[in-house]
């Protein structure tokens, strides 16, 4: 027991010295999200190379916990004023996400040959292990659902910033952090509320507890324009480091050989999936007064962390993204069990 420990602790140290020079070397090579895609593509190249790289969960909730916290530092009182204003946009990007997750579902039913019910989860926008959760509750493949939602927020992750660094975006929103001071007894006070948080709605079996547990704190305390203090820089970039990291020790060579057809068309998918929330971001800043980028980071196929990170380093709208993002992954664990219920009643009828 206690080589193994020694043996899994001496991995994981590597594989973050990896991630670290690959996020150092990212950065000077200018790449969008340094931070997160360095670490996350010499990592997931390695784990194909089978290096013995594994993530604790602690290390992914510490990741979620620094870009949850960093987040809600946006949301003072005139953005919680603003996105008051546009909630009825907000419940239209959440109901487009259910409709596209179902079409994408039906795709991927189609191209790969896999049941209704596991396609259904594989192709619901939420988190992994929520959706997971959910397939075992359902009798669906939990490997297959996992495999597909890691492979969803690679490409996802990958193409997105790639894509708005190539074609020079960069925003103008005024949005900023309550403070950018540093006060280290607020400090600590912050960390202490924000764990605190995060502690408790893990213990409640919250989704995404260790995101949005700090991120509810932040915003309280931030919407009531009281600050503690800003979040150091080097903090801010260990949480996406280990959200990097992280993602990539999915990518075993197994995980890529289980079920190349599979796979495949969860790739196929994901690229449609990206495509038409692109067409319907642009819709909505063009009918809705938004930065077309930021339209687009709100309603793609992403997580709350990767996507609401890409606004903050290309100046978009922050608090728009977060709360986007958010409010889908809340409607979307509530309603995903009724939904699937709902239509396996219809689809029964129908045959």
Request: aromatic share 12%.
């Amino acid at each position: 027991m206690h080589r193994f420990s020694y043996q899994a602790f001496i991995h994981l140290f590597a594989g973050l010295l990896l991630a670290l020079f690959a996020a150092l070397l990212f950065e000077v090579w200018h790449s969008p999200l340094p931070w997160m895609l360095g670490p996350l593509f010499a990592t997931a190249t390695a784990r194909l190379l089978k290096a013995p790289f594994t993530c604790p969960w602690q290390i992914r909730a510490a990741g979620q916990w620094a870009i949850g916290t960093v987040l809600g530092l946006y949301f003072t009182p005139s953005v919680i004023a603003i996105l008051l204003n546009r909630s009825s946009i907000i419940f239209i990007a959440v109901m487009f996400a259910l409709l596209l997750g179902l079409v994408c579902a039906w795709l991927l039913a189609r191209l790969s040959g896999i049941q209704r019910s596991t396609a259904f989860f594989c192709m619901a926008i939420g988190g992994a292990s929520e959706m997971a959760a959910q397939a075992a509750r359902h009798h669906a493949r939990v490997d297959y659902v996992a495999a597909a939602h890691s492979l969803r927020l690679m490409l996802v992750v990958a193409i997105i910033p790639f894509a708005l660094k190539f074609f020079d975006v960069h925003g103008q929103d005024a949005y900023e952090p309550a403070t950018r001071v540093i006060q280290p007894l607020g400090l600590i006070l912050l960390i202490g509320l924000t764990t605190f948080a995060a502690l408790v709605l893990q213990k409640l079996r919250w989704p995404n507890a260790w995101v949005i547990g700090p991120l509810l704190v932040s915003i309280a305390i931030t919407a009531s324009n009281f600050s503690l203090s800003a979040l150091p820089t080097w903090m801010s970039h260990a949480g996406q480091l280990f959200i990097g990291f992280s993602l990539g020790t999915h990518f075993t060579p197994s995980f890529i050989r289980g079920a190349p057809r599979f796979m495949l068309s969860v790739a196929v998918c994901t690229i449609f999936a990206l495509i038409v929330s692109a067409g319907f971001g642009w819709l909505l800043a063009e009918y809705c007064d938004l930065h077309f980028a930021t339209a687009i980071l709100a309603t793609a196929p992403g997580g709350i962390a990767e996507m609401s990170l890409t606004a903050k380093t290309l100046e978009l709208g922050v608090p728009i993204v977060t709360a986007f993002h958010v409010s889908r992954m809340a409607v979307l664990v509530l309603t995903i069990g009724p939904l699937f219920r709902l239509l396996q009643k219809f689809l029964s009828r129908t045959h």
